[in-house]
C-alpha cells in the first residue's frame, strides 16, 4: 500500500452513499474528514521528534423529529459503519427534543475553491529535515540555539445528508514557526509564517528574523509598566484581533453577555466600535489565505464583512438564532482579512518619540468578557523605541488589554500580511497589518526571556 | 476464516478504504463485557511492528495501540444542546535509528499496515538522524513481559442509561435557575474510556485500561438592567479519572443553587481595591496556581530548551544552580510527583514507554529536589542522581495523548503535601488574616514562558477583615513572581482540608497535545501578593 493521504472525492461520496443507506433516521449527515499530517521539530539545532499519520473519521447525525445525536468512528469496515449509523440512531431515540434543531439543508452551491497544492501533499520527512536545517546551520554556526516545528496537513473534508446535498473539498497547509535563543538565556527571537502552499515558506528568511531577533535581545532591561504606546508585529495584531472574532457570537450578544451586547437590550450591530480604518472582513477565495466553502452542516461560507469602517457589520449567528432574528446563519469564517495602511513597521519606528516594539504575545486567556480584556505576556523580541530608533530589548511584559481599546487606538498601520498567530504554531488563515497604537496597558514586568 | 487470521493475513482482501480491523469487538450499546481490545492479536501486531522496525535497522522500537471511546453530553437552561459519542482507534510506532527519533501513525490496524507503518517511523528517523549531533541515550527500564492496569472505578460511564445523564443535567440546571438573578445555565458531561497496548523491543508488553469523567456546568448572572454579567462554574467538582461515581457524588442538583447564588452575588459585590492583599487560597483555587508555577517550570524537557518554541522554558536553568539549592518555600513546603493516587488524572500503572511510574518529592523541606524525567531525559541528571546515591531512572513520565501522537514527557500528578504536624484548618488560617481575600475556585490564569510571572483570577473572592470573611469581592486577580509567591506561603492547612483538582487540557508540544493531570493540595496563605482590578469600561 502507498502512503494513504485523504479520500478522493469519489471514495468519499462512495462511504457517504453506504453510510445513508444503513440510515433510518427522518434525517441523516455524514461528515467526513480524513488525511495525512506530518510534522518535524527540532531543539538544540537538531531535530528532536517527528510524526506522520495518517486518519480518516467518519460522523454521523442522526435526527428522529427534532431528537438528534450524534456519533463518530474512524473504522470504515462495513459493520463500523452500520454500527455507528446505529449508535447515533439509538442515542437520539433516547435524548429529549432539541427544540433549535433546525433539520438537515438540502443542496446548496458552493464557490469553487480547493485551497490545495501538490507541493504540500507531497512534503516528505526528507524535505522537512532540510528545511529545519536552513535555520539550524546558520544558529548554529552564529552560537545560538535553534528550535522549532514544521508541519503540515493533506486532507479532505466531506459533507452530505439525506436531503441530498453533498460538498467535498481538499486542502493543504503548512506552518512553520522558530524560536532562536542565545546560549546563556538571555535572549530570544521569533519568527513564523503560514502557507497553503509549501514553496511559499521561506526558511532561511525565516531563521534570519529569528536570529536576529536572537541577537538584538541580549540582556534587556527593565523599563516601567504603564500606558504605552506600541508598535505591533502583525502576530502581535493577529493574537488580539482573533480575540474580537471570537467575541462575535450573536446570540451571546443578544442575551446581555456580551461586549457586542447593547445596553439596554439588543446588540451592537450598527454601532462603531472601533476605529474607522478597521475593516475586518472573511473572504475564503483570497488566494493569500483561502479556506474550504462550507461549514460543517454544508452550509455555504461566503464572503462577509464583520467590521466596517469601525462599525459592526455582522455577528455570527448560527442557522436556530439566524432564524429566530430573520437573518442569514453566518457560520464561523475560515478565514479573516484586517485592513491595514501604507506605513512600514520602518516607518513606524522612525516616527515614534518612545514605545515598545512587540513581536508576539503569548499565554493569552480572558480576564472580563464585558471588555473582552485579555491578559498575557510579550515574548521572544520586545524592544524599546526612543527618538526614532530603536535603542535595546526590554524585559517581557505582562499586559491586560482588549483589542476593542487597541483598535480604537490605532495611529498608523501596514500593509496586511498572512501571519501565524495560534499560539501552539498550528497556522491559521489570517491577514492583518502591523499597528502602531496609544495607550496598551502593561501592568507587570516579566524576568522570563 | 477466524477473525483472527482475517486480521493478520487478510488485510489486501479488505475494501480499499476499509480498515479492515476487527481487533474491537462492536461497541454496540455500550455494553461490551471486558476489555475492547482483543489480547492475542494485539500481541501479535505489535510483534510484527516490532521485528519490521529491527529488521528495518531500528536499534529500539515501541508499538502503541490505542481505542478510545468518548461520549459528551450539553445543556442549557431546559434543553439538550449535544449528545455525541465517538471512537477512535489505531496504532502509532516510535524508533530510534541512527541515534534519532521516528514516529508513524495510523488508523488502519492490520498486519500489512503495521509493517509499512514500522518502516516508514525508519525511513523517517533516518532522515532526522542527518540532523543529529549527539545520540539519543535511554535510562534502563525493567521488562514488563505481560503488564495490567484498570483505572479503579466503580461504575462504567457507559453503561449508564443516557436517559439519566441528561436528566441529571437538567434537573441541575432547573435548580440554577431556581435562584433569583441566575438567568443562563451550561452544563455538561464528558467521559473517556481508552484502551492501551504497550510493546517494546525491550521486552515489554502492556495491557492497560483508563476512565476519566468531567461533569461541568456554568451559571451566568445578569443584571437587571443590562450594566452587569457575571459567572460561576462548579470548581469544586474536579475531573477525575473515575467512573459515574465521581459524577453523582460531585451532587450538581444540590450544589447548582449555591453556584448559582455566588454568580448572583458577584453583580453587587464590591470591586476589589488594588494593592496588597494577604490571601487565602482554597485548594479549589491553588492546585491551578501549582500547574503553572511548581508542575511545569520541573518538567526537564522544558529546561533543556525543547519546548522553546511553544511551551517555553523554565526559570530552573541552568540546572545546576538550582537542583538541591533553590529553596521554593519554607521548610513545611514539600511537593511530590506521583501517578498512583487513586482517581488521579495521571494515574497509571505504566507510562508511554514502559516505565513503572515513582512517586518523587520535587520539593523536599522547602527546596528544589528532582525534576520530572522520561527515559530520554533521566541520563541528562546523571550527576545529581549519582551524587544522591540516587539511581538514573526515569520518573514514568511519559505520555502521549492518542496513538496518531508521539510520546514525550507530561507531567505527572504534582501535589502540595498537606501539614503534616497537625490538622490545621480554614478557620485557624483566616484568623490571622487582618486584611485580606479569601479565593475559592479557578479562573482566569496566564504564566510566562519561563514561569515566572503569573496572574490568577479565580470564581469566588472573599474580603478578610481582621480575621473574619465580611463579603463578597468582584474584578479580582493577583499577579505574582514565582519564587517570591511560594516564600511568601507562611501557613498550610492539614490533611481535612485537601482537595485534588485537575485539568483535562493541560497543552504542551507541537503539534499540542492535551494532559490530563490532578494536583491535590490543602488551603494555604500567603502574606502581602499584588492584587489588580480587572474591571474596565468600554
Given at each position: 500500500?502507498?502512503?494513504p493521504r485523504y479520500l478522493s472525492r469519489?471514495d468519499a461520496?462512495?462511504?457517504?452513499?453506504?453510510?445513508?443507506?444503513?440510515?433510518?433516521?427522518?434525517?441523516?449527515?455524514?461528515n467526513l474528514n480524513s488525511g495525512a499530517q506530518g510534522?518535524?521539530?527540532?531543539?538544540?539545532?537538531?531535530?528532536?521528534?517527528?510524526?506522520?499519520?495518517f486518519d480518516a473519521n467518519?460522523?454521523?447525525?442522526?435526527?428522529?423529529?427534532?431528537?438528534?445525536?450524534?456519533?463518530?468512528?474512524?473504522?470504515?469496515?462495513?459493520?463500523?459503519?452500520?454500527?455507528?449509523?446505529?449508535?447515533?440512531?439509538?442515542?437520539?431515540?433516547?435524548?429529549?427534543?432539541?427544540?433549535?434543531?433546525?433539520?438537515?439543508?438540502?443542496?446548496?452551491?458552493y464557490l469553487p475553491v480547493e485551497p490545495y497544492f501538490e507541493s504540500t501533499a507531497n512534503i516528505?520527512?526528507?524535505?522537512?529535515?532540510?528545511?529545519?536545517?536552513?535555520?539550524?546551520?546558520?544558529?548554529?554556526?552564529?552560537?545560538?540555539?535553534?528550535?522549532?516545528?514544521?508541519s503540515h496537513f493533506t486532507g479532505a473534508q466531506a459533507v452530505?445528508?439525506?436531503?441530498?446535498?453533498?460538498a467535498y473539498a481538499r486542502g493543504t497547509g503548512t506552518s512553520?514557526?522558530?524560536?532562536?535563543?542565545?546560549?546563556?538565556?538571555?535572549?530570544?527571537?521569533?519568527?513564523?509564517?503560514g502557507e497553503n502552499d509549501w514553496r511559499d515558506l521561506?526558511?532561511?528568511?525565516?531563521?534570519?528574523?529569528?536570529?536576529?531577533?536572537?541577537?538584538?535581545?541580549?540582556?534587556?532591561?527593565?523599563?516601567?509598566?504603564?500606558?504605552?504606546?506600541?508598535?505591533?508585529?502583525?502576530?502581535?495584531?493577529?493574537?488580539?484581533?482573533?480575540?474580537?472574532?471570537?467575541?462575535?457570537?450573536?446570540?451571546?450578544?443578544?442575551?446581555?453577555?456580551?461586549?457586542?451586547?447593547?445596553?439596554?437590550?439588543?446588540?451592537?450591530?450598527?454601532?462603531?466600535?472601533?476605529?474607522?480604518?478597521?475593516?475586518?472582513?472573511t473572504d475564503l477565495t483570497d488566494p493569500r489565505a483561502a479556506s474550504i466553502p462550507f461549514s460543517g452542516?454544508g452550509?455555504p461560507n461566503?464572503?462577509?464583512?464583520?467590521?466596517?469602517?469601525?462599525?459592526?457589520?455582522?455577528?455570527?449567528?448560527?442557522?436556530?438564532?439566524?432564524?429566530?432574528?430573520?437573518?442569514?446563519?453566518?457560520g464561523f469564517p475560515g478565514n479573516?482579512?484586517?485592513?491595514?495602511?501604507?506605513?512600514?513597521?520602518?516607518?513606524?519606528?522612525?516616527?515614534?518619540?518612545?514605545?515598545?516594539?512587540?513581536?508576539?504575545?503569548?499565554?493569552?486567556?480572558?480576564?472580563?468578557?464585558?471588555?473582552?480584556?485579555?491578559?498575557?505576556?510579550?515574548?521572544?523580541?520586545?524592544?524599546?523605541?526612543?527618538?526614532?530608533?530603536?535603542?535595546?530589548?526590554?524585559?517581557?511584559?505582562?499586559?491586560?488589554?482588549?483589542?476593542?481599546?487597541?483598535?480604537?487606538?490605532?495611529?498608523?498601520?501596514?500593509?496586511?500580511?498572512r501571519?501565524n498567530?495560534?499560539?501552539?504554531?498550528d497556522g491559521g488563515s489570517v491577514?492583518?497589518?502591523?499597528?502602531?497604537?496609544?495607550?496598551?496597558?502593561?501592568?507587570?514586568?516579566?524576568?522570563?526571556? | 476464516?477466524?477473525?483472527?487470521?482475517?486480521?493478520?493475513?487478510?488485510?489486501?482482501?479488505?475494501?480499499?478504504?476499509?480498515?479492515?480491523?476487527?481487533?474491537?469487538?462492536?461497541?454496540?450499546?455500550?455494553?461490551?463485557?471486558?476489555?475492547?481490545?482483543?489480547?492475542?492479536?494485539?500481541?501479535?501486531?505489535?510483534?510484527?511492528?516490532?521485528?519490521?522496525?529491527?529488521?528495518?535497522?531500528?536499534?529500539?522500537?515501541?508499538?502503541?495501540?490505542?481505542?478510545?471511546?468518548?461520549?459528551?453530553?450539553?445543556?442549557?437552561?431546559?434543553?439538550?444542546?449535544?449528545?455525541?459519542?465517538?471512537?477512535?482507534?489505531?496504532?502509532?510506532?516510535?524508533?530510534?535509528?541512527?541515534?534519532?527519533?521516528?514516529?508513524?501513525?495510523?488508523?488502519?490496524?492490520?498486519?500489512?499496515?503495521?509493517?509499512?507503518?514500522?518502516?516508514?517511523?525508519?525511513?523517517?528517523?533516518?532522515?532526522?538522524?542527518?540532523?543529529?549531533?549527539?545520540?539519543?541515550?535511554?535510562?534502563?527500564?525493567?521488562?514488563?513481559?505481560?503488564?495490567?492496569?484498570?483505572?479503579?472505578?466503580?461504575?462504567?460511564?457507559?453503561?449508564?442509561?443516557?436517559?439519566?445523564?441528561?436528566?441529571?443535567?437538567?434537573?441541575?440546571?432547573?435548580?440554577?435557575?431556581?435562584?433569583?438573578?441566575?438567568?443562563?445555565?451550561?452544563?455538561?458531561?464528558?467521559?473517556?474510556?481508552?484502551?492501551?497496548?504497550?510493546?517494546?523491543?525491550?521486552?515489554?508488553?502492556?495491557?492497560?485500561?483508563?476512565?476519566?469523567?468531567?461533569?461541568?456546568?456554568?451559571?451566568?448572572?445578569?443584571?437587571?438592567?443590562?450594566?452587569?454579567?457575571?459567572?460561576?462554574?462548579?470548581?469544586?467538582?474536579?475531573?477525575?479519572?473515575?467512573?459515574?461515581?465521581?459524577?453523582?457524588?460531585?451532587?450538581?442538583?444540590?450544589?447548582?443553587?449555591?453556584?448559582?447564588?455566588?454568580?448572583?452575588?458577584?453583580?453587587?459585590?464590591?470591586?476589589?481595591?488594588?494593592?496588597?492583599?494577604?490571601?487565602?487560597?482554597?485548594?479549589?483555587?491553588?492546585?491551578?496556581?501549582?500547574?503553572?508555577?511548581?508542575?511545569?517550570?520541573?518538567?526537564?524537557?522544558?529546561?533543556?530548551?525543547?519546548?522553546?518554541?511553544?511551551?517555553?522554558?523554565?526559570?530552573?536553568?541552568?540546572?545546576?544552580?538550582?537542583?538541591?539549592?533553590?529553596?521554593?518555600?519554607?521548610?513545611?513546603?514539600?511537593?511530590?510527583?506521583?501517578?498512583?493516587?487513586?482517581?488521579?488524572?495521571?494515574?497509571?500503572?505504566?507510562?508511554?514507554?514502559?516505565?513503572?511510574?515513582?512517586?518523587?518529592?520535587?520539593?523536599?523541606?522547602?527546596?528544589?529536589?528532582?525534576?520530572?524525567?522520561?527515559?530520554?531525559?533521566?541520563?541528562?541528571?546523571?550527576?545529581?542522581?549519582?551524587?544522591?546515591?540516587?539511581?538514573?531512572?526515569?520518573?514514568?513520565?511519559?505520555?502521549?495523548?492518542?496513538?496518531?501522537?508521539?510520546?514525550?514527557?507530561?507531567?505527572?500528578?504534582?501535589?502540595?503535601?498537606?501539614?503534616?504536624?497537625?490538622?490545621?484548618?480554614?478557620?485557624?488560617?483566616?484568623?490571622?488574616?487582618?486584611?485580606?481575600?479569601?479565593?475559592?475556585?479557578?479562573?482566569?490564569?496566564?504564566?510566562?514562558?519561563?514561569?515566572?510571572?503569573?496572574?490568577?483570577?479565580?470564581?469566588?473572592?472573599?474580603?478578610?477583615?481582621?480575621?473574619?470573611?465580611?463579603?463578597?469581592?468582584?474584578?479580582?486577580?493577583?499577579?505574582?513572581?514565582?519564587?517570591?509567591?511560594?516564600?511568601?506561603?507562611?501557613?498550610?492547612?492539614?490533611?481535612?482540608?485537601?482537595?485534588?483538582?485537575?485539568?483535562?487540557?493541560?497543552?504542551?508540544?507541537?503539534?499540542?497535545?492535551?494532559?490530563?493531570?490532578?494536583?491535590?493540595?490543602?488551603?494555604?496563605?500567603?502574606?502581602?501578593?499584588?492584587?489588580?482590578?480587572?474591571?474596565?469600561?468600554?
Amino acid at each position: 500500500m502507498t502512503n494513504p493521504r485523504y479520500l478522493s472525492r469519489a471514495d468519499a461520496e462512495a462511504i457517504a452513499q453506504k453510510v445513508l443507506s444503513f440510515s433510518t433516521a427522518d434525517e441523516v449527515r455524514v461528515n467526513l474528514n480524513s488525511g495525512a499530517q506530518g510534522n518535524t521539530r527540532f531543539a538544540q539545532n537538531q531535530i528532536s521528534t517527528s510524526g506522520d499519520t495518517f486518519d480518516a473519521n467518519v460522523t454521523v447525525t442522526s435526527a428522529f423529529g427534532k431528537h438528534v445525536a450524534s456519533a463518530s468512528t474512524n473504522r470504515f469496515d462495513d459493520d463500523s459503519l452500520r454500527q455507528v449509523v446505529q449508535t447515533s440512531e439509538r442515542l437520539a431515540r433516547l435524548v429529549p427534543e432539541d427544540p433549535e434543531y433546525m433539520g438537515e439543508l438540502g443542496p446548496q452551491e458552493y464557490l469553487p475553491v480547493e485551497p490545495y497544492f501538490e507541493s504540500t501533499a507531497n512534503i516528505t520527512p526528507e524535505d522537512r529535515a532540510r528545511a529545519v536545517m536552513l535555520v539550524a546551520n546558520p544558529a548554529r554556526q552564529q552560537g545560538l540555539v535553534s528550535t522549532g516545528y514544521l508541519s503540515h496537513f493533506t486532507g479532505a473534508q466531506a459533507v452530505a445528508n439525506n436531503r441530498g446535498l453533498f460538498a467535498y473539498a481538499r486542502g493543504t497547509g503548512t506552518s512553520f514557526t522558530t524560536t532562536v535563543r542565545t546560549p546563556d538565556g538571555t535572549g530570544s527571537g521569533w519568527a513564523g509564517g503560514g502557507e497553503n502552499d509549501w514553496r511559499d515558506l521561506n526558511f532561511a528568511s525565516l531563521g534570519e528574523q529569528a536570529i536576529r531577533k536572537a541577537e538584538m535581545s541580549r540582556n534587556p532591561r527593565a523599563v516601567e509598566p504603564g500606558e504605552w504606546t506600541v508598535i505591533l508585529e502583525p502576530t502581535a495584531v493577529a493574537n488580539m484581533v482573533n480575540l474580537m472574532m471570537f467575541a462575535m457570537n450573536a446570540r451571546n450578544a443578544d442575551e446581555g453577555r456580551s461586549f457586542f451586547s447593547r445596553a439596554g437590550g439588543g446588540n451592537k450591530l450598527g454601532e462603531r466600535i472601533v476605529d474607522e480604518r478597521v475593516t475586518v472582513r472573511t473572504d475564503l477565495t483570497d488566494p493569500r489565505a483561502a479556506s474550504i466553502p462550507f461549514s460543517g452542516e454544508g452550509l455555504p461560507n461566503a464572503p462577509r464583512v464583520w467590521i466596517e469602517n469601525g462599525v459592526v457589520r455582522n455577528l455570527m449567528y448560527n442557522r436556530f438564532w439566524a432564524a429566530r432574528n430573520n437573518t442569514q446563519p453566518t457560520g464561523f469564517p475560515g478565514n479573516y482579512m484586517m485592513s491595514g495602511g501604507n506605513s512600514s513597521i520602518d516607518e513606524m519606528i522612525r516616527s515614534t518619540d518612545r514605545g515598545l516594539l512587540v513581536t508576539r504575545l503569548w499565554y493569552i486567556r480572558p480576564v472580563d468578557p464585558r471588555t473582552i480584556l485579555f491578559t498575557g505576556l510579550t515574548r521572544d523580541g520586545t524592544f524599546l523605541v526612543e527618538n526614532g530608533r530603536i535603542t535595546h530589548a526590554v524585559k517581557n511584559l505582562r499586559w491586560n488589554e482588549s483589542p476593542i481599546f487597541l483598535l480604537n487606538n490605532i495611529d498608523m498601520m501596514s500593509p496586511p500580511t498572512r501571519v501565524n498567530a495560534s499560539e501552539s504554531g498550528d497556522g491559521g488563515s489570517v491577514m492583518v497589518p502591523a499597528i502602531r497604537a496609544r495607550d496598551f496597558t502593561f501592568t507587570s514586568l516579566s524576568d522570563a526571556v | 476464516m477466524k477473525r483472527r487470521q482475517f486480521l493478520l493475513h487478510g488485510a489486501a482482501a479488505t475494501a480499499a478504504l476499509g480498515a479492515g480491523t476487527a481487533v474491537l469487538p462492536r461497541l454496540a450499546s455500550g455494553a461490551v463485557p471486558g476489555e475492547t481490545l482483543d489480547a492475542a492479536v494485539s500481541r501479535e501486531l505489535s510483534m510484527l511492528a516490532l521485528d519490521a522496525a529491527r529488521s528495518a535497522g531500528a536499534s529500539y522500537a515501541d508499538f502503541r495501540m490505542n481505542a478510545n471511546r468518548s461520549q459528551a453530553l450539553g445543556t442549557r437552561e431546559r434543553q439538550i444542546t449535544f449528545f455525541n459519542d465517538a471512537e477512535t482507534f489505531g496504532f502509532g510506532v516510535r524508533v530510534i535509528t541512527n541515534g534519532a527519533w521516528g514516529f508513524a501513525a495510523s488508523r488502519e490496524v492490520n498486519a500489512e499496515e503495521v509493517v509499512r507503518v514500522a518502516r516508514q517511523a525508519v525511513a523517517q528517523a533516518r532522515a532526522n538522524a542527518s540532523t543529529q549531533q549527539r545520540p539519543l541515550e535511554l535510562a534502563p527500564v525493567e521488562a514488563v513481559p505481560d503488564g495490567r492496569w484498570r483505572s479503579p472505578i466503580q461504575v462504567d460511564p457507559f453503561d449508564v442509561p443516557i436517559e439519566e445523564k441528561v436528566d441529571l443535567l437538567l434537573r441541575a440546571n432547573a435548580a440554577a435557575l431556581g435562584v433569583n438573578g441566575a438567568r443562563f445555565v451550561n452544563s455538561s458531561m464528558f467521559f473517556l474510556k481508552q484502551d492501551k497496548v504497550f510493546a517494546s523491543t525491550e521486552g515489554s508488553y502492556i495491557e492497560q485500561t483508563l476512565f476519566r469523567a468531567f461533569p461541568n456546568m456554568t451559571i451566568t448572572a445578569v443584571a437587571p438592567d443590562g450594566s452587569d454579567f457575571q459567572t460561576r462554574n462548579s470548581s469544586d467538582v474536579a475531573p477525575m479519572a473515575l467512573g459515574y461515581e465521581h459524577v453523582t457524588g460531585g451532587r450538581f442538583v444540590e450544589n447548582a443553587p449555591r453556584w448559582a447564588e455566588a454568580a448572583v452575588a458577584k453583580l453587587t459585590a464590591k470591586p476589589v481595591q488594588p494593592g496588597r492583599y494577604d490571601l487565602v487560597l482554597l485548594p479549589t483555587h491553588l492546585w491551578l496556581t501549582i500547574h503553572e508555577s511548581i508542575a511545569h517550570p520541573t518538567e526537564l524537557d522544558r529546561i533543556m530548551g525543547f519546548e522553546a518554541n511553544y511551551a517555553g522554558t523554565s526559570f530552573i536553568f541552568p540546572i545546576d544552580e538550582y537542583l538541591g539549592k533553590f529553596r521554593y518555600g519554607r521548610d513545611f513546603m514539600n511537593v511530590q510527583g506521583e501517578r498512583s493516587a487513586p482517581g488521579g488524572l495521571s494515574s497509571i500503572g505504566w507510562d508511554d514507554e514502559g516505565v513503572r511510574p515513582d512517586d518523587y518529592l520535587i520539593v523536599k523541606d522547602g527546596v528544589l529536589n528532582d525534576l520530572q524525567t522520561t527515559r530520554e531525559q533521566a541520563p541528562w541528571l546523571a550527576d545529581w542522581y549519582r551524587q544522591n546515591g540516587r539511581p538514573v531512572r526515569s520518573h514514568g513520565n511519559s505520555y502521549a495523548q492518542s496513538w496518531s501522537d508521539v510520546q514525550f514527557q507530561r507531567m505527572p500528578n504534582v501535589n502540595l503535601l498537606p501539614n503534616p504536624e497537625r490538622d490545621v484548618s480554614l478557620d485557624e488560617i483566616v484568623a490571622d488574616v487582618e486584611d485580606g481575600i479569601l479565593i475559592d475556585g479557578d479562573g482566569s490564569f496566564s504564566i510566562d514562558q519561563q514561569r515566572y510571572n503569573a496572574q490568577f483570577g479565580g470564581q469566588v473572592f472573599m474580603e478578610i477583615k481582621n480575621g473574619r470573611i465580611t463579603g463578597p469581592l468582584k474584578d479580582v486577580a493577583y499577579q505574582a513572581r514565582t519564587p517570591e509567591f511560594w516564600n511568601s506561603m507562611d501557613m498550610i492547612g492539614g490533611e481535612s482540608t485537601v482537595f485534588s483538582g485537575g485539568s483535562f487540557f493541560d497543552g504542551k508540544g507541537q503539534p499540542s497535545q492535551s494532559n490530563a493531570v490532578s494536583h491535590s493540595c490543602p488551603v494555604a496563605r500567603f502574606r502581602g501578593v499584588n492584587v489588580i482590578n480587572t474591571g474596565r469600561r468600554a
